[in-house]
């Protein structure tokens, strides 16, 4: 994780969102999602000034408050630090679930009293209200899946499928799919 969002801050890509654990992901073994949270909240530690430092703004997207403490606190914490960075922003996508965001969103509206809502409107429900639209989504291990990932957020992000499972990921293999990311034409319905 670190080298490859050392490798975005080289290449000057202002967005990132990293897909850390889904609302699914509770189903797995303990020891599998307590190793998961050591490893969000060691980076957050170990990451903290380095962030501040090359202007990066930390977001949150998923209900991060059901996570165990220590980890809750260093999420306040890496939030509070980087709240006014403006250079780049990095979004934690932790205890999340696109499903689960859009019905809070529509929760949100209901509580709100509205009847209708513009797409604008909407998307200012989501937790992922801050961040650019969604451009470019790299899924690895083989899988040929979205796995509930911003689903409101993809409708025209390019996809890029690869068999690397994530541990191995390099920057050289994010060299490799930005490189096919730049030789395709979006044209968002238009016909060029």
Not at 42 to 55: A, M, Q, S
Not at 108 to 128: D, M, P, R, V, W
Request: charge should be neutral.
């Amino acid at each position: 994780m670190k080298k490859i969002l050392n490798h975005i801050l080289d290449l000057g890509i202002n967005s990132t969102t990293l897909f850390l654990f889904s609302t699914e992901n509770w189903k797995r073994p303990q020891d599998e999602i307590d190793g998961i949270f050591n490893i969000v909240k060691d980076y957050l530690v170990d990451e903290e000034n380095d962030l501040v430092k090359n202007g990066v703004k930390v977001v949150v997207s998923g209900d991060y408050t059901k996570l165990p403490n220590n980890l809750v606190e260093s999420i306040d914490k890496i939030l509070t630090k980087t709240k006014s960075c403006d250079k780049r922003m990095l979004n934690l996508a932790i205890n999340y679930g696109g499903r689960d965001e859009i019905m809070r969103a529509v929760n949100k509206a209901i509580e709100q009293g509205k009847t209708s809502l513009t797409e604008n409107e909407f998307e200012k429900l989501l937790y992922s209200c801050e961040m650019p639209p969604l451009d470019f989504v790299i899924r690895t291990s083989g899988e040929m899946r979205l796995s509930n990932f911003m689903l409101w957020q993809i409708a025209y992000s390019e996809l890029y499928f690869t068999r690397t499972l994530w541990p191995d990921f390099s920057p050289k293999e994010l060299q490799a799919a930005l490189i096919d990311y730049q030789h395709r034409r979006r044209r968002f319905g238009n016909v060029n």
